[in-house]
């Protein structure tokens, strides 16, 4: 048996060798997005706010940024973690930030710029990028997944909604391209009234390009770092 369990050990000793030489991860803790990369190229990125509901703040903001721009060209995957892709803004953070004296308003709309412009970033981007939705994606969170031109993968707990237009705001962040483009005048009415469409309901309205399983999830990201191929052959595997 001590044979048996040193076989053992030494394998995993291998497989972690593997995995460690397969990619590297990065980790800003201030910043809330973790960074994988691996030596094909291909780049995971989580956002990793679980108890903000990865809400983007500026950190956040700036991190996504950077990451994307580095290579514009490079493949990517975008996920969150915990209960749900991405909710939006941050708006306690941007609460916060009004209440410090500035010499000028626009100060303030720096954070809206910054969110405006990764979404543009985002969508105006190669194809070979992915986004991984589940639980609440709503406001800019949305914007992140479906302005994604690649596949854009979902689940069946997955929300989609706009629900600044609630409270009499536009859909923001690129929310009033897409959703006016919808078939049916979906867009128009979730813009009137802030509702929300499951996965399935945003494949079928070409929101989403794949309804998956949550538990599929894990198996595709922990698949990405020994990818050698494009995101698409990835996600069709």
């Not at 809400?55 to 514009?72: F, G, H, S, V």
């Not at 494949?203 to 770092?225: C, F, N, R």
Request: hydrophobic share 40%; net charge neutral.
């Amino acid at each position: 048996w001590r044979a048996n369990f040193r076989t053992r050990g030494e394998g995993r000793r291998e497989m972690a060798s593997q995995n460690f030489t397969m990619c590297n991860w990065t980790m800003a803790p201030s910043s809330g997005l973790a960074v994988q990369r691996n030596f094909s190229g291909m780049t995971i990125l989580t956002l990793s706010r679980p108890d903000k509901l990865n809400a983007l703040n500026p950190p956040l903001l700036a991190a996504l940024r950077e990451a994307i721009t580095k290579d514009p060209d490079a493949p990517i995957i975008i996920n969150g973690s915990g209960a749900g892709f991405c909710g939006g803004g941050d708006v306690k953070e941007f609460l916060k930030m009004s209440q410090v004296p500035i010499d000028t308003p626009s100060e303030h709309l720096g954070f809206f710029r910054d969110i405006f412009s990764l979404c543009h970033i985002v969508g105006s981007g190669a194809n070979n990028r992915v986004s991984v939705s589940h639980g609440m994606s709503v406001g800019s969170g949305m914007s992140l997944s479906v302005l994604v031109d690649g596949p854009r993968l979902v689940t069946e707990d997955c929300r989609f909604s706009m629900p600044e237009t609630i409270i009499g705001l536009t859909p923001s962040a690129g929310g009033s391209y897409f959703l006016s483009r919808l078939p049916q005048n979906v867009g128009i009415y979730m813009g009137l009234l802030g509702s929300s469409l499951t996965g399935r309901e945003a494949l079928h309205l070409g929101l989403a390009t794949h309804l998956i399983a949550p538990e599929e999830i894990p198996k595709l990201l922990l698949a990405a770092p020994k990818h050698k191929g494009s995101p698409q052959e990835l996600v069709n595997a």
